[in-house]
């Protein structure tokens, strides 16, 4: 298991606890960053594309808060791809209260795939995408998507939806540990 940490050069304040838990991880797992530049949309593909295939990953994005007990959960469940519904900030959707986070692809009248931040009803056991906040992907889906995903650009901030639409995969939900957003 490697521990994927996409950031940007300067730490924010409110990124500083999801650093300091990523440090805590480092005596247990291979942390692998990902430094992603504001000018460079490409960094956090270019950045995955090292690591695609080598073996399974937990994602833990700069401005998210996990629990230890969380993670475990992730490594030891038998579902291949997993994540968390994470609560997303009020500034970060413009809602009047935390959502627990779904990237939901929907099929419009016009037959347009098009994916939009939605709320994950509670209990729902299996999600099409929890976008790529905090999520255990296994190294099996890498392989078997190899070939595209590194013949493909995904532009931040649309990567979550272009990696949604190549796994093409159901996500495990957990919900044994609240799972944080620490929005600016
Ligand atoms: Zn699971």
Redesign the pocket.
């Known amino acids: 298991m490697i521990i994927i940490y996409p950031h940007i050069p300067q730490i924010k304040s409110n990124m500083v606890q999801t650093r300091d838990f990523i440090d805590s991880l480092s005596n247990e797992f291979e942390i692998f960053e990902i430094v992603t530049p504001e000018n460079d949309k490409l960094a956090y593909h270019d950045g995955l594309k090292k690591i695609w295939g080598k073996d399974d990953i937990i994602i833990i994005e700069q401005d998210v808060l996990p629990t230890k007990k969380f993670i475990k959960n992730?490594i030891e469940?038998n579902?291949k791809n997993?994540g968390a519904p994470v609560l997303l900030c009020e500034s970060h959707t413009g809602l009047p209260r935390k959502i627990r986070m779904i990237l939901d692809i929907v099929m419009t009248d016009d037959g347009l795939n098009v994916a939009r931040w939605a709320e994950l009803p509670w209990g729902t056991e299996y999600a099409n995408s929890l976008g790529l906040a905090c999520v255990k992907i296994s190294k099996q889906i890498q392989l078997d998507t190899m070939h595209r995903f590194l013949n493909s650009e995904f532009y931040y901030p649309r990567i979550d939806e272009g990696i949604v639409r190549l796994l093409n995969t159901k996500f495990?939900v957990?919900y044994e540990e609240t799972v944080e957003h620490n929005c600016v």
């Open positions: 992730l469940c579902h997993c495990h957990h």
